[in-house]
């Protein structure tokens, strides 16, 4: 497709359950960010991919959230034993260069309610 | 992370006028910047950027400009119009992460 594509666009999960999003990049971006959304707030980082390698999952907030990139495209953020504190939305970001130093562009989101 | 914040959490414009949203940044060693704009229910949309050797850059309607003595970034809209009413992020580029500031939320009265 032309842009980042995310899905689901929301997803209602009980708490405790584990869920999965996907991020299809821009084809031929090498670099793939993860961000969390809170309501009323700016994007916070969560992880970096280089390709396949991911360089910087800094932002990750517990082990709980896990993220793969296993063929240098497709991305899926793993939550488990989702808690309520983790709804927000979930932003992908893909970029064509390496480094940061180049334009970023977002996915519509994931927006992830935990009740 | 690192605090890239901005001076006003809301601002409203007549739709002609020119807008002007504010951002302070707090790493000198960061080394580009991007605007982003935020509708609701939408991810963010590049605007503009510019990089930490230049102090002006220009695009259709917006400018951006970068003071690094004082850390400071702005971005300034043209001929405001209704759909430029969003939330306006600056972003600051630190190695491999983007921070991000709180926002800015535009209202362009019509």
């Known amino acids: 497709g032309a842009g980042v594509s995310q899905s689901p666009r929301y997803k209602v999960a009980k708490r405790g359950q584990d869920v999965a999003l996907r991020c299809d990049p821009i084809?031929?971006?090498?670099?793939l960010f993860w961000y969390q959304q809170a309501l009323g707030q700016g994007p916070e980082f969560l992880t970096y991919f280089q390709n396949e390698a991911q360089l910087d999952k800094s932002g990750l907030p517990s082990d709980r959230f896990f993220a793969e990139r296993p063929e240098g495209s497709v991305s899926t953020l793993k939550i488990q034993r989702t808690q309520q504190e983790d709804s927000a939305v979930y932003l992908c970001?893909?970029?064509?260069?390496?480094?940061?130093?180049?334009?970023?562009?977002f996915g519509q989101g994931t927006r992830l309610t935990v009740v | 992370g690192e605090n890239v914040g901005l001076h006003l959490p809301t601002l409203s414009v007549q739709e002609g006028d020119n807008s002007i949203i504010n951002c302070a940044y707090s790493?000198?060693?960061?080394?580009?910047f991007i605007w982003y704009k935020q509708e609701s229910g939408k991810g963010p949309q590049f605007i503009i950027d510019?990089?930490?050797?230049?102090d002006k850059r220009q695009g259709q309607r917006v400018t951006v400009l970068l003071n690094k003595t004082v850390k400071h970034l702005s971005l300034q809209i043209a001929a405001t119009q209704p759909g430029d009413s969003a939330v306006y992020f600056c972003a600051e580029n630190t190695g491999n992460q983007f921070y991000f500031g709180t926002g800015t939320s535009l209202t362009v009265i019509p």
């Open positions: 970001a893909s970029s064509l260069g390496t480094g940061g130093m180049t334009e970023a562009f």
């Open positions: 084809s031929g971006h090498v670099s």
């Open positions: 790493n000198s060693a960061s080394d580009y």
């Open positions: 510019i990089r930490s050797n230049m």
